[in-house]
Structures are given as C-alpha cells and as structure tokens.
C-alpha cells in the first residue's frame, strides 16, 4: 500500500512514540530484575524505531530480516549509522530471539543491563535521523 507523504510522516511519529513508550517500559522492568523482558522491549523499542526511519525514507519491509536488511543498506552501508550501532541493535535481536523461544535460556542482568543506556543512544540517533529532514 502506498502511503501518502502525511500518512508516512504520522505514521513515523507514531512508531517513534511507541519506541519511546517501550523503551521506557524496558527501563521500569529492570528495576524489578526481569532480564528476559528487558531484552524483548529493549529489541522492540530498537525496531520500532528504525520502522519509523523506514517509514520516514518511503522503505517497507513485511519481516524483522527485511527491516534489517533495509536498514544496513540504506543507513548503516552509508555511513549514517554506525557499525556499532548496527552491532547492538543484532545483539538485542539474539538476545530477544533466546529469551523468547529457547527453551531454559536464562538472560541475566550481566547480559542485559549494560545495554540499556546503548539503546537508549541507539533510539536517540534514529530520531535525529528522522528529524533531518
């Protein structure tokens, strides 16, 4: 479905929003120790906000290993986003994935915590990306 140039731009705020929101609720669950969580939201206020940089630049994609995929083409191959970035937004991603479908995997706060203030800077420098223009 093509979306109009207001509907992109809604649609980008939106999704900001909702990775602020998550990253916020990732925030408040580490303080009650709850890694395996803290992962799943810290990855998820990631995606949504590299969604809305996608949406932002007119890119769609149905799957997480498109939005990947797009996004190391388009700003981490350009130079917009850094490969460490790029790294820490992968490494939320595996940690998601074993907290979430391994079965006994144990995410601790050794695992987690450190990543907290990164994805904090991670969704920080989307958002001036998306603000750019």
């Known amino acids: 479905m093509k979306l109009t140039n207001e509907e992109r731009e809604t649609l980008a705020k939106y999704r900001l929003e909702k990775a602020n929101e ?5 925030q408040e669950i580490a303080k009650i120790k709850r890694w395996r969580v803290v992962a799943n939201r ?6 949504y906000a590299v969604s809305a940089l996608l949406t932002k630049n007119n890119f769609s994609a149905q799957t997480h290993n498109g939005v990947f995929g797009l996004f190391g083409l388009h700003f981490v191959l350009k130079g917009k986003v850094s ?4 790294k820490l ?7 998601r994935q074993t907290g979430d479908y391994d079965d006994f995997a144990v995410i601790s706060e050794s ?15 989307i958002e001036k ?3 750019e223009k």
């Open 89 to 95: 937004y992968r490494n939320l991603f595996d940690l």
């Open 42 to 47: 810290l990855y998820y206020a990631c995606f």
């Open 83 to 86: 490969k460490e970035q790029n």
């Open 22 to 26: 998550t990253l916020s609720d990732a």
């Open 111 to 125: 695992d987690i915590a450190p990543l907290l203030q990164p994805a904090e800077q991670f969704i920080a420098e």
């Open 129 to 131: 990306l998306i603000n």
